[in-house]
């Protein structure tokens, strides 16, 4: 049986999360569920393309995605079900599985045809509850919807080139639970404009001329571990997901804050990299 994620801005506090799983029990039984999020900030489609594209890649094929952000059908956001790099994504039409097909072409996407609803549930207890249980026992993607060519593009997780300046112009689009702010601006972006040139990275009044391999690259392990002061310090990185983050070494967000309180550095801040 494939596993089913579930991916919402629900919270845990409220009895959705409680309820989707009882309404995919209740339909498949022998069910797998994994939680991925249900922390997404609400109605962020940017926040859940990045921890979607960056959780997917671990899990088998075959495996289920069901997406609960953003899902109100309407006639600007369809609901869909896509079959992309193995693995299988329900979702509203809105950008967030754009992340994943700017660099891998979808198998198959279909517009799911609604029928048989009860209008008074939510779309992801419906509808995308019974095409996923449908998807999980071999069903095809044929015989729910009507083939589609494209899916809407998030156009806020590309960063702005330009060339006659030597610069990329990025934009925060997540924030962790560290605090540390992650930018659109991703390893092979920055190679292939900056080409081995010298930078200056500028997020807010604060600059930064060096890409640090590992965190804990910035400590000095020749001075004695009681005299040094390293935490707290501020680096540039790129992340396990190739994107550059701005971050405060060993931060504690309930002690100490994080780069984005401490820096003032918010989600849609733009981060610039000039190159000489």
């Known amino acids: 049986m494939p596993i089913i994620t579930l991916t919402t801005d629900f919270g845990t506090k409220d009895h959705f999360v409680g309820a989707l799983k009882g309404t995919i029990y209740k339909e498949l039984s022998d069910a797998k569920i994994v939680d991925i999020s249900h922390q997404i900030t609400p109605f962020n489609i940017t926040e859940t393309a990045y921890i979607l594209k960056n959780s997917y890649q671990n899990f088998p094929k075959g495996t289920i995605h069901i997406i609960g952000v953003d899902s109100e059908i309407s006639m600007e956001n369809k609901p869909l079900a896509i079959q992309l790099d193995g693995q299988f994504f329900i979702c509203g039409d809105n950008g967030i599985v754009s992340m994943i097909t700017n660099e891998i072409i979808p198998e198959k996407m279909v517009e799911i045809t609604i029928q048989n609803t009860n209008e008074n549930n939510p779309v992801i207890l419906d ?63 920055f190679n292939n404009i900056g080409k081995g040139r010298n930078f200056e990275i500028i997020a807010r009044s604060y600059k930064f001329t060096k890409i640090y391999k590992k965190y804990n690259d910035i400590v000095d392990f020749t001075i004695p571990e009681d005299k040094r002061q390293d935490d707290g310090k501020r680096l540039a990185i790129f992340n396990s997901s190739n994107f550059l983050e701005i971050s405060m070494y060993r931060s504690n967000l309930k002690t100490v804050g994080g780069a984005s309180s401490l820096l003032g550095l918010n989600y849609r801040d733009n981060i610039t990299i000039r190159f000489e």
């Open 127 to 189: 509808v995308f509850v019974k095409v996923a249980c449908h998807i999980a026992r071999g069903g095809m993607l044929d015989v729910i919807g009507k083939k589609i060519e494209s899916v809407k593009e998030l156009f806020e997780i590309q960063p702005q080139i330009n060339i006659e300046q030597n610069q990329i112009v990025g934009s925060i689009i997540y924030i962790d639970n560290f605090g540390n702010v992650i930018s659109n601006i991703s390893k092979s972006t």
